[in-house]
């Protein structure tokens, strides 16, 4: 069976720079990967694997156009997490993303 898949990585990270603060970019990374679980399990999707600050998604029930319209609609989804993230006013980590 055919699978359709959602890469997310988080365009920024300071972990390769001197005094980086390592503990500080973990708690990014869980902060934005936690808003992403709910929209990946109502499209069906599954994380296969995380690396730092990428994940990958499969999306592997239905038609394989049924995969890809899953992966969209979850890729959406993820967008406006992120965009409500980087909005919130109670937040104590900064924005790193960009929705578009």
Known sequence: MAAGALEVNLPYSDAGRPGADATALKAIVERYFSLFLAPIDVE?????????????????????????????????????????????????????????
């Open 44 to 100: 069906g999707g599954d994380i296969n694997e995380t690396a730092g600050d990428g994940l990958m998604i499969i999306f592997q029930d239905g038609k394989p156009n049924a995969h890809a319209a899953a992966a969209v609609r979850a890729a959406l989804a993820i967008t406006e997490q992120t965009a409500w993230a980087n909005h919130d006013p109670g937040r104590s980590l900064p924005s790193v993303l960009t929705a578009r």
